[in-house]
């Protein structure tokens, strides 16, 4: 295959960026999108060129590091993470535009690469439990509604990759608060911090500039782990909860 690249390059966060156009000849279909750009990287390299700066980490799906904007798509044509998208999306002669995240409170660092250190401020928030649980207990220790189960499990599967704030028009993290929110609040040993959880990390959420949601459900269109749009309607009946409660 040969493709077009327009990249957006960005020295700092201080200076502004631009799209830099460059050619790719004999791109391998069976290449991760990742892999296609450390092949870029080390023709760049070569001629004395700054590499195009990317996060990146496992490269299986799992670590959520990866994550930029394809064609105006979060992480590409395909639900999957950049990593896991391959060549094979795109046609021979394709003009491929690669850009970072693009929320307010993503800002870039260089190239592609944003700070994401918002989320770890969510998770700070609330997102822990304090009952003394030890070493791993034995699984039937805990009785638990295999429906409540099932869903924490759902939720527990969003790896922070921000795909969802990228995605949402109103750039918001309400999917991935959510998820954090609603794995702890549907287990036994996430009940005391239930209500503090949702206030504190819902307080956070704002306080980093992230939009609020309109349930336009783009977050879970692009969300490469499939967290349902339900989701944030269950963080919400936590939150008018814990209102109510008085805990606010």
Known sequence: MNITLRVWRQKNADEKGKMVTYGLEDVSADMSFL?????????????????????????????????????????????????QLHMRSFEDGAVIDVEPWRAGAFPVIKDLVVDRTAFDRIIQAGGYISAPTGSAPEANNLP??????????????????????????????????????????????????RESRVIGMIEQHDHEGFGGCTNIGECTA???????????????????????????
Do not use: W, Y
């Open 35 to 83: 892999e296609m750009l450390d092949v870029l990287n080390e023709q760049l390299t070569l001629s004395g060129d700054q590499p195009i700066a990317f996060d990146h980490d496992c490269r299986e799906g799992i670590c959520g590091s990866c994550g930029v904007v394809i064609n105006g798509v979060a992480h590409g044509p395909e639900v999957a993470t950049a990593c």
């Open 144 to 193: 638990v509604r295999k429906e409540d189960a099932d869903h924490a499990f759902e939720s527990a599967a969003c790896i922070g990759c921000g795909a969802c704030v990228a995605a949402c028009p109103n750039g918001s993290a309400m999917l991935f608060t959510a998820a954090k929110i609603t794995h702890l609040g549907l287990l036994p040993q996430g009940q005391p911090e």
């Open 222 to 248: 692009a969300c490469p782990k499939g967290i349902p749009l339900d989701t944030i309607s269950r963080l919400n009946r936590d939150l008018l909860g814990a209102l109510a409660s008085g805990k606010a």
